[in-house]
């Protein structure tokens, strides 16, 4: 709806009332206007008008020599204005004022614009609070109804919506408000009070804010454009509440856990490993520990191997018991496969440790993810707005 107020005047000649004898326009009173002819001019998109009657009814009836009349009004008129909102507050609007006679049809009265574009004036100086006019035109046409073709005078505004408003009040506090909560990134992680408390106080004043939008506004099933914005931003300051939650989880939750065990199990294999590990000294000679001398060789067999004297040689000490025997292609081969196979085992540890370095996550990892957060939010956030900004202003 808009309302309007205007000098409303209309002209048209009635023969009856024609005069001779004085050369001049005569100006009656505004009661005259109720004994005289006067066209049943109604504004079809009206809602409420009323005349204003400060200090007398402000009417005017102003007569020509011809038989001319002109008859004014000052009238305050709220009138219908079907707006689309999908733009809402970057949208244009075309406005009419719709003035039509109730009960002549066009075989009893003509309507048309006296003086053509000039017919309308003063548009230019009107200013809105919330608008500015563009343009304006003047249309005359004939409508059909089941009781005849009636005359019909449409004035169009087209108006578009002043930004700054909306701006200060919605835009911006809404960007600000979703870049505070960025603020979190950089807070310490294990300062949980902190950050939850930032997350809550920007998601529940964004949810404030969209609030007191929607109860300025009628209650219409599509989508604005300012509802966009807002939930963009809010969905921006969700996210940053959620990052902080991933971080936690991380951190402290059941991951590193799950995680330490692995780290434990594959220590564990480690351990084993070097225990059954064989070691070859320089010479060739083979060096067994005493644990596994325990396990491969019972004391039985060392003993008979002594008193044999085409035997190899065992000399042993507390340490370790080194066997000595002459090398030969077969003892060869076995060192080979030895080592081979140490190699092997050496490879497969160093994959599983590679694993678990990057599963496991410390310090500097969860450090990573709020720096990931510090470029990647405000870097989405600017898309955000070139997209918006670019498809809604054009």
Request: glycine share 4%.
């Amino acid at each position: 709806d808009y309302t309007l107020t205007m000098y409303f005047q209309q002209s048209w000649r009635d023969k009856r009332l024609s005069y001779s004898g004085i050369p001049l326009n005569l100006t009656l009173d505004n009661r005259v206007a109720d004994y005289l002819w006067v066209p049943d001019t109604y504004f079809l998109n009206d809602k409420k008008s009323f005349v204003h009657g400060v200090t007398v009814k402000n009417r005017m009836i102003r007569l020509h020599p011809d038989g001319t009349v002109l008859y004014s009004l000052r009238i305050t008129t709220t009138a219908a204005c079907m707006m689309d909102l999908r733009r809402y507050p970057l949208d244009e609007q075309n406005c009419t004022l719709e003035i039509e006679s109730y009960g002549y049809t066009t075989d009893d009265i003509e309507f048309y614009w006296n003086g053509g574009e000039s017919a309308v004036s003063g548009v230019n100086k009107i200013e809105l609070p919330q608008f500015s006019i563009i343009d304006y035109k003047m249309i005359s046409k004939k409508v059909e109804f089941a009781t005849g073709a009636y005359p019909r005078l449409s004035l169009s505004f087209r108006l578009k919506r002043n930004i700054g408003y909306f701006i200060l009040q919605t835009y911006m506090p809404s960007t600000l408000i979703t870049i505070l909560s960025w603020v979190s990134f950089w807070i310490n992680y294990d300062a949980s009070a902190a950050r939850v408390a930032l997350g809550i106080t920007t998601v529940l004043t964004m949810t404030t804010i969209s609030t007191h939008l929607r109860e300025t506004l009628p209650k219409i099933p599509y989508v604005k454009a300012i509802d966009i914005y807002l939930m963009g931003c809010f969905v921006f300051v969700f996210l940053a509440l959620l990052e902080y939650a991933f971080v936690n989880y991380t951190f402290f939750g059941k991951g590193p856990q799950h995680q330490k065990k692995a780290a434990e199990k594959a220590t564990s294999e480690k351990r084993k490993l070097e225990m059954n590990k064989v070691q070859i000294n320089a010479h060739g000679n083979i060096l067994l520990t005493t644990l596994e001398m325990r396990n491969e060789v019972s004391s039985s067999n060392v003993l008979s191997s002594i008193n044999d004297s085409r035997a190899t040689m065992y000399s042993y000490d507390s340490a370790s018991i080194h066997y000595r025997r002459p090398a030969s292609t077969r003892d060869l081969y076995s060192r080979s496969t030895l080592d081979r196979h140490s190699a092997h085992q050496k490879g497969r540890l160093r994959r599983r440790a590679s694993q678990l370095k990057v599963k496991i996550p410390d310090l500097t990892d969860v450090n990573s993810i709020d720096k990931w957060s510090r470029m990647v939010f405000p870097i989405t956030f600017i898309l955000f707005n070139v997209v918006y900004w670019l498809y809604y202003v054009h």
